[in-house]
């Protein structure tokens, strides 16, 4: 049963720093890896979607990478702004099309 | 725009009472629909895969005569919590596959239904 983990639960940066998320998962027999955004109360937002051939991926300051065979993903976001402030949530998403959630990054980025 | 309608976005019922929640592919038509729970500050959990025309397929320790789901057209799927109780206070949330295989693109998701149960 896949399993993913995402570490630190909370993160709290000044504006302007570069920081890094990470996301881990037990089972690496994946198609892709996704991150999320999560507003309060709001859905999801998709950020990038790595697919399990791929390395990396690169959406404007947000950089994505996937190590499938150490079971470990990062988002990168360069040069944070308040607006930046959301729960990140990484998925990663098997045969079955099913998507396993990690529980979230909390990040707030003062201004 | 939205590409997922979920409607309502907040609910409050008496327990024993139903409570029906709406989600709707505005752009696409979607054969296939998924269906999350998340309780705080825990990770979005799979409830179910709606399929249109047929039966709902259920995850593991999910009731399936508590949530009735529906999928009776290709743009909207119906979860219905039947006789609510306070335990079944949560987050819902709807999402359908931008294409016709959700491996290659990422899945859009409606903005959820927070259901509290009194």
């Known amino acids: 049963k896949q399993e993913v983990t995402q570490i630190p639960a909370a993160l709290s940066v000044p504006e302007g720093e570069n920081l890094v998320l990470n996301c881990s998962f037990t089972?690496?027999?994946?198609?892709?890896l996704q991150w999320f955004r999560q507003d309060p109360g709001k859905g999801l937002t998709s950020l990038l979607l790595?697919?399990?051939?791929?390395r990396e991926q690169t959406s404007g300051r947000l950089n994505a990478s996937l190590d499938k065979s150490s079971g470990r993903s990062t988002l990168y976001i360069a040069a944070s702004q308040p607006g930046d402030s959301a729960t990140y949530l990484c998925?990663?998403?098997?045969?079955?099309?099913?998507?396993?959630f990690g529980k979230g990054t909390k990040l707030t980025v003062n201004p | 725009g939205a590409v997922v309608s979920q409607h309502p976005s907040r609910v409050i019922c008496k327990s024993g009472t139903s409570v029906k929640i709406e989600c709707r592919s505005l752009d696409f038509q979607a054969t296939t629909m998924f269906w999350y729970r998340q309780f705080p500050k825990q990770s979005l959990m799979l409830m179910a895969t709606s399929n249109e025309g047929s039966k709902a397929t259920y995850e593991q320790g999910v009731e399936k005569d508590k949530f009735l789901i529906n999928h009776a057209s290709l743009t909207l799927s119906t979860l219905t919590v039947t006789s609510a109780h306070p335990e079944d206070s949560s987050f819902y949330i709807c999402s359908v596959a931008g294409s016709p295989s959700s491996y290659n693109s990422p899945l859009h998701f409606g903005n959820g239904t927070r259901l509290t149960v009194t």
């Open positions: 790595i697919q399990s051939s791929q």
């Open positions: 998925a990663s998403q098997g045969g079955s099309e099913k998507l396993v």
């Open positions: 089972d690496s027999a994946i198609y892709n």
